[in-house]
T-cell receptor
Framework: GAVVSQHPSWVICKSGTSVKIECRSLDFQATTMFWYRQFPKQSLMLMATSNEGSKATYEQGVEKDKFLINHASLTLSTLTVTSAHPEDSSFYIC????????FGPGTRLTVL | GESVGLHLPTLSVQEGDNSIINCAYSNSASDYFIWYKQESGKGPQFIIDIRSNMDKRQGQRVTVLLNKTVKHLSLQIAATQPGDSAVYFCAENPNTGGFKTIFGAGTRLFVKA
């Protein structure tokens, strides 16, 4: 089956720094990638939809200047959390779609 | 806003019993629904899906029922096993022209051996 990877699987950073998370579709080309955030004991919240070669579409309430998304190729999308703060600590999950949506394993971000 | 989960409700069942997990969805225009299983620290895993032109679909040990009249989905797991212990989410495609998936609140299933 289709595989989506994320890197890193976990990251700890200091407040005020920026963190980049990669999402890759390993064996298929993804026309669309999605980024979700999940707080403990809560559901997945869609942050943005990313199409290759175009600007991401952000959901209401998600700051596009804080969560920078780049979808440079059909197999790679990146999410950069800029000037991270402790409240950004969360589990970030991407998915990639070629018509069917496949989820990555998630990245645990902890901001100290 | 989109569906947001608060603290997850829990369903506890005995190993070997059948489990029924319920979900209410929000958008009457949604035309595609999916159930996902999420284990601790991992991404969601696809279980079964159903389109809005169906009211029932069966997989291996799982059945999804869709009631569009009351916007309700259920997931039935037959002969529940300890490995089924996880959080289960229903999700909908709101049919807004893209493939985005909106997740429901989730239910934690705990299987007692």
């Amino acid at each position: 089956g289709a595989v989506v990877s994320q890197h890193p699987s976990w990251v700890i950073c200091k407040s005020g720094t920026s963190v980049k998370i990669e999402c890759r579709s390993l064996d298929f080309q993804a026309t669309t990638m999605f980024w979700y955030r999940q707080f403990p004991k809560q559901s997945l919240m869609l942050m943005a939809t990313s199409n290759e070669g175009s600007k991401a579409t952000y959901e209401q309430g998600v700051e596009k200047d804080k969560f920078l998304i780049n979808h440079a190729s059909l197999t790679l999308s990146t999410l950069t959390v800029t000037s991270a703060h402790p409240e950004d600590s969360s589990f970030y999950i991407c998915s990639a779609s070629d018509g069917t949506q496949y989820f990555g394993p998630g990245t645990r971000l902890t901001v100290l | 806003g989109e569906s947001v989960g608060l603290h997850l409700p829990t369903l506890s069942v005995q190993e070997g019993d059948n489990s029924i997990i319920n979900c209410a969805y929000s958008n009457s225009a949604s035309d595609y629904f999916i159930w996902y299983k999420q284990e601790s620290g991992k991404g969601p895993q696809f279980i079964i899906d159903i389109r809005s032109n169906m009211d029932k679909r069966q997989g291996q040990r799982v059945t999804v029922l869709l009631n569009k009249t009351v916007k309700h989905l259920s997931l039935q797991i037959a002969a529940t096993q300890p490995g089924d212990s996880a959080v289960y989410f229903c999700a909908e495609n709101p049919n807004t022209g893209g493939f985005k998936t909106i997740f429901g609140a989730g239910t934690r299933l705990f299987v007692k051996a």
